[in-house]
């Protein structure tokens, strides 16, 4: 089995970890490079979904897709909550931008540094973090005002430069995590959607890209209005049944591959990862390293040992999520799994009615809420804007009732 050990597990469940062959997304990247053809930025982006649905690797492979439009890309992930005050919200903005200019240089003359009037100042005339920092101490006014000020003097400068690009594209992924807290009057959300919203009404082409869990959009909008037709909402799902299968063969149709998936093994990766991403990986790179081993000890028909996989997939996957949650939250949980469709939305209402005709302490409708609450904290559920709840994690009602089905065998076992 020379090839076998030669050809590496292609397979790469795990959070933005790029697949082997990305599959599906082309409309996705067919808004992004529309937006990208804007002159004036009247419309960015939110990535939205469910865990493990694939945010992260798209925004990934919008980078090149920018780079060769002409555009700079400025990236980060919010999920280390650098954003939670206004003035870290700028240090975090003005480093990034940084990062993508510290490379051009700028004539001095042409573009006046606010608070320097015409003298001839000391610093380099390169955009680093030195300059865009002075520009951004010397202005005066709040955050936003010297936020506006540092970005639209970095625009010009780069507009100035011998090769100026297009635009910028500020790219930053768990932006859920962004979020104003009246309590501290800090409110980096909103200072970054009146920077970026009175930016680009003045004709800068910075353009925004977040990517986060489906609270994302409501809390944009909760922060500011116009958030609502300031962005284009792209809700990832799981994927095509075509591009599932794709996802799935690709990556083994190469020549040193020791293995193939029969049909039926195939049909059964379709099945079990309903087409969430994260489950294709990972049922994938445990069907592939099972059937490497079959071909190995000489079985001539190997398939997918799908409880077996299943069970670990509970356990690196789900057990980690479910060991956070309270028993009462459970309980809510468990009364959620038994709905009808529990990967659609839910409320309170059927939540309360729901729990009567089951085996479990009732709940009102306020201490439901309240629950719920909790657990949109914890991302485990998350809320639309009309009011409506949904796992935030694909496939949670099929683990939770598996759960309780283990549980009350267990009981039943015990009794009998
Ligand atoms: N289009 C795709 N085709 C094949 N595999 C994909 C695709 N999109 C994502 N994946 C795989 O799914 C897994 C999850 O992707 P990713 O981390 O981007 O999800 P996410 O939505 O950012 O999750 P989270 O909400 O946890 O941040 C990764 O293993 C990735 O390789
Ligand atoms: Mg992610």
Known sequence: MEAAIGFRNPFRPGAGHTPPYLAGRKDERKEFLKRL???VVLSNLVLTGLRGVGKTVLLDTFKPLAVREGWLWVGADLSDSTTVDEERLATRILTDVALATSNFVYDRKEVRRPGFGHQADLLDATLNYPTLRAVYEQTGGLVADRLKATLTFAWLALRASPSPPRGIVFAYDEA????????KEEY?????LDVFQSIQRQGAPLLLALAGLPTLFSKLVDART???????????????PPDVREAIVRPIQEDDCPITFTEESIRQIEKHSSGYPYFIQFICHEAFDVFVSQITTGSSNPSVPIDAITARLDSDFFAGRWSRVTDRQRDLLNVVSRLDDPGSEFSVQEIVELSRKLPVKGFSPSHASQILAALINSG????????????????????IRRQYTDEQSELIDEAG
């Not at 284009?232 to 994927?239: D, K, T, W």
């Open 37 to 39: 053809k804007q002159d």
């Open 176 to 183: 859920q995590n962004m979020a104003d807290h009246a309590g």
């Open 188 to 192: 980096p959300l909103s200072v970054m």
């Open 226 to 240: 116009y958030s609502e037709r300031m962005f284009r909402v792209l809700f990832l799902n799981r994927l095509d």
């Open 380 to 399: 485990v559920v998350f809320r639309n804007r009309h009011g409506k709840y949904s796992f935030a994690v694909p496939l949670l009602g099929d683990f």
